[in-house]
């Protein structure tokens, strides 16, 4: 990795880390803890009755209806995003390479090339970075759809750890990826590919195992770098505190190093470090993050003791 690449990175990583800080600060300006209008629509709310399987369908068929137009919306934002993925995996107009060539230029050692054994191989592995792509596109247009869906039934406290936790979830998983793409993947092939390699003996990837462990290793990343959301959730319901995180730092990171190395998809130090590191540093985020749970939200999220 040159040096403008590395700027690069250090901007997109810092950018999708920081999103969930200010996500966090605007929520807690924007959607109130208790939302007047949830004691005016339970109060104003008509009570249909249920005394039949008809009545039963009639009340239930409205949201049902809703439910499907929404799938269909998502459903459709994945095909065109797909369509989108097929395009680039085929053509070079966007990356001036298609997308696999790209992939294997910037993720694996220089001269990698990859070879197909099955029939249909190429076709399938395509298709399928082509949905993943679709996927990836669509994820806002999905999440949309799915908060539209279930806002109207949520309270107010309810709404603010909704819409905390989608953006983070989301800025999290992106940054993990980020950082795999940069990082993590290419550390780790140049590790596999160049490991016992002799003028006898040469490790000549077929597409379908190289697609796979690319996106494995980036899954990982993803899943990762999660870290800070579910130290932020466990906060909100009152299982931990920041004290507590605090105080737990040097079991933390032996914790973090056992985990590093059990993902680690080689045995080497180097890689170890590479996961080791984000993961203690996210950590530091995650108790970061539990210095913004209010005192009331987490009142207001326990049952009422009698």
Known sequence: MNTSQLIIAVIVLTILILIPLIVIVLVRWLIPLEDPMDEEFSATEPEIPTNSLQDFWSALAPHLIELRDRLVKASLAIAIGTAIGFYMVNSPLILGTPLPDFMVKQLAPPGTV????????????????????????????????????????????????????????????????????????????QFLLQYGKTSSISTVPTSDSFFQTVATLLLWNGIIFQLPAIMYLLARLNIVSTAMLTSTRRYAIVVITIIAALITPTGDPYNLLLLAVPMYMLYELGIMLTRFVPKSEVIATEEPQA
């Not at 949905?131 to 109207?152: E, K, N, R, T």
């Not at 909704?162 to 793409?181: D, K, M, N, Q, R």
């Open 114 to 189: 990859l070879q197909a054994v099955g029939v249909g191989e190429v076709f399938l592995g395509y298709m399928q970075i082509a949905l993943i792509i679709g996927v990836v596109f669509a994820m806002p247009v999905v999440v949309y759809q799915v908060v539209a869906f279930f806002s109207p039934g949520l309270l107010g406290y309810e709404k603010r750890m909704v819409y905390i936790a989608l953006p983070i979830v989301t800025e999290l998983f992106l940054a993990g990826v980020s950082f795999g793409w940069f990082f993590t993947v290419p550390a780790a092939l």
